[in-house]
C-alpha cells in the first residue's frame, strides 16, 4: 500500500497561483506513476495530470496545459502540482492517486483513468474567486 497526503490547497483569486503537495510513503517503490485528479460535487472525478515516478514522461488535461506544471522530488517522495493563472472553473477537491506498477511501458498505462489508480489521498480544496 502507498499512503498519500495532499496539502497546499486554499483560496486564491483568478489569476493567482498555488502549489499542492502529495507526500508518499509505505511501498512507493511499487507505484509506476503519479497523478493528480479533481472532483466537484455531483461530477466524476476529473484527470489534471500525471507523471512517472522518474519524471521521464508526463501528460496533462487540455484544460490545464500552459498553466499547471506536475513535478516531483524523489528524494522526499512527494509530488507538486503548481497551478498558475488559475480561474474559477479550477475550484474542486484536488486528489492526488498512485498507478501500482504492471509492467511494460509508459504507453501500457492509461493514466488519464482513475481506473488506473489504486491509492488516493484524502483530497484538498481549491477555491477559486472570480
Known amino acids: 500500500q502507498v499512503q498519500l497526503v495532499e496539502s497546499g490547497g486554499g483560496l486564491v483569486q483568478a489569476g493567482g497561483s498555488l502549489r499542492l503537495s502529495c507526500a508518499a510513503s509505505?511501498?512507493?517503490?511499487?507505484?509506476?506513476?503519479m497523478g493528480w485528479f479533481r472532483q466537484t460535487s455531483g461530477k466524476e472525478r476529473q484527470f489534471v495530470a500525471a507523471?512517472?515516478?522518474?519524471?521521464?514522461?508526463?501528460t496533462y488535461a487540455d484544460s490545464v496545459k500552459g498553466r499547471f506544471t506536475i513535478s516531483g522530488d524523489s528524494a522526499k517522495n512527494t509530488v507538486y502540482l503548481q497551478m498558475n493563472n488559475l480561474k474559477p472553473e479550477d475550484t474542486a477537491i484536488y486528489y492526488c492517486?498512485?498507478?501500482?506498477?504492471?509492467?511494460?511501458?509508459?504507453?501500457?498505462?492509461?493514466?488519464?483513468?482513475?481506473?488506473?489508480?489504486?491509492?488516493w489521498g484524502q483530497g484538498t480544496q481549491v477555491t477559486v474567486s472570480s
Open positions: 509505505g511501498r512507493t517503490f511499487s507505484s509506476f506513476a
Open positions: 492517486a498512485s498507478a501500482p506498477y504492471k509492467g511494460g511501458s509508459w504507453y501500457t498505462y492509461l493514466l488519464s483513468d482513475a481506473n488506473e489508480y489504486q491509492n
Open positions: 507523471r512517472t515516478w522518474s519524471g521521464d514522461s508526463t
